[in-house]
């Protein structure tokens, strides 16, 4: 492989990865195609514009007008592209499964009658459901408790199908919580972070206690590149860091390396269906000779300074971005309120 569609790749993760992969390939050429909806953000590719070796495309994974010519000129498909947020799929539901479902099959049906040499499904750990105890393996059922994790369920299935029926050369990950540089500040991470730097509360769904294994988001790319080009077609590959820890002790924690009070810390109503526990076996990839390189406490102390030193970044979208206005207003907001707080 020579050229890679990295569809999603101007998201958080997707950003990442393409970075990672003109890095670590001097020879490779990557094509982005992205929608650029609230989460998808040309900044997190501004460091690349006038590179010989990188291409930006703006469109819909569900366009097939759009998606066709690319599949037709790249040799592979690493697909980021999803609506990603859990509560914005409770809002609605609508919107993740015409991206996540039809837009996932859309490219699969382009790539088998293209015959593209590798397709890698990014998936997530949350297709698993709630883990009350010990860990999910690859081979366990797909319980999804919310619209999101359903749709990447489904998308998951597709892929499998086309293995199967068509043998399209098609891996899927399923990675853990992820933290780093470019991640939209809703998530759980930015968002307590930047809310810290504001003097502003960190809300905590129901009573903190909710577990998660948060990943560096570096150490995701690493385990889809081994994917890429050592994974099995048709087998699915959990990566996850082992950094099991709760709302409470994750709020306790960037309060302290921000140097703010801890009395910031903020109850608000649970969302519904809210998953207490997620945690991956991470054998199968770790066979293959992956291993996490970042602790835990180097992770989050990377990310805690790299929103300190890209304040511009994040402000634009809080400020700026009705979108993330309007969420956090009625997801944290008026929850607050309906507590008493």
């Not at 195609?33 to 819909?60: I, K």
């Not at 390189?293 to 700026?320: M, N, P």
């Not at 207003?329 to 309120?337: A, F, G, P, V």
């Amino acid at each position: 492989m020579q050229i890679l569609l990295v569809t999603g790749g101007a998201g958080f993760i997707g950003s990442n990865f393409v970075r990672y992969l003109l890095r670590t390939y001097p020879t490779y050429r990557v094509v982005v195609l992205d929608a650029l909806t609230y989460a998808g953000n040309l900044a997190n590719l501004a460091d690349l514009e006038g590179q010989n070796r990188f291409e930006f495309v703006h469109g819909n994974i569900c366009d097939r007008t759009v998606v066709e010519p690319l599949v037709r000129r790249v040799d592979g498909i690493v697909n980021f592209a999803a609506e990603t947020h859990v509560d914005r799929s409770i809002l609605d539901a609508g919107a993740f499964i015409e991206t996540d479902v039809k837009g996932t099959y859309i490219l699969l049906e382009t790539a088998r009658q293209c015959g593209v040499e590798r397709y890698v499904q990014i998936s997530t750990d949350e297709v698993y459901g709630s883990v009350p105890v010990g860990v999910s393996t690859e081979t366990d059922p797909l319980v999804p408790r919310s619209p999101y994790a359903a749709s990447k369920a489904g998308a998951e299935l597709l892929v499998r199908a086309y293995v199967v029926t068509y043998g399209l050369p098609a891996v899927i990950t399923r990675g853990s919580n992820t933290i780093g540089p470019y991640q939209y500040p809703e998530k759980a991470v930015p968002l307590f972070i930047t809310n810290a730097l504001e003097d502003k509360p960190l809300p905590l769904y129901g009573d903190g206690k909710a577990v998660r294994d948060y990943l560096y988001v570096e150490d995701h790319c690493a385990g889809i590149d081994v994917v890429l080009h050592h994974g099995m077609p048709g087998d699915a590959y959990n990566i996850g860091a082992g950094n099991e820890i709760n709302g409470i002790d994750l709020a306790t924690r960037i309060l302290d390396l921000v140097g703010k009070p801890q009395s910031l810390k903020q109850f608000v109503i649970d969302r519904p269906g809210h998953d207490r526990r997620y945690a991956l076996d991470c054998t199968r990839l770790q066979a293959l000779g992956w291993r996490p390189r970042h602790s835990f406490e180097d992770a989050l102390a990377k990310t805690v300074a790299w929103y300190r030193s890209h304040e511009s970044w994040w402000r634009t979208i809080k400020e700026q971005q009705a979108a993330y206005r309007d969420y956090y207003r009625q997801q944290y907001e008026l929850r607050s309120q309906s507590t008493g707080e």
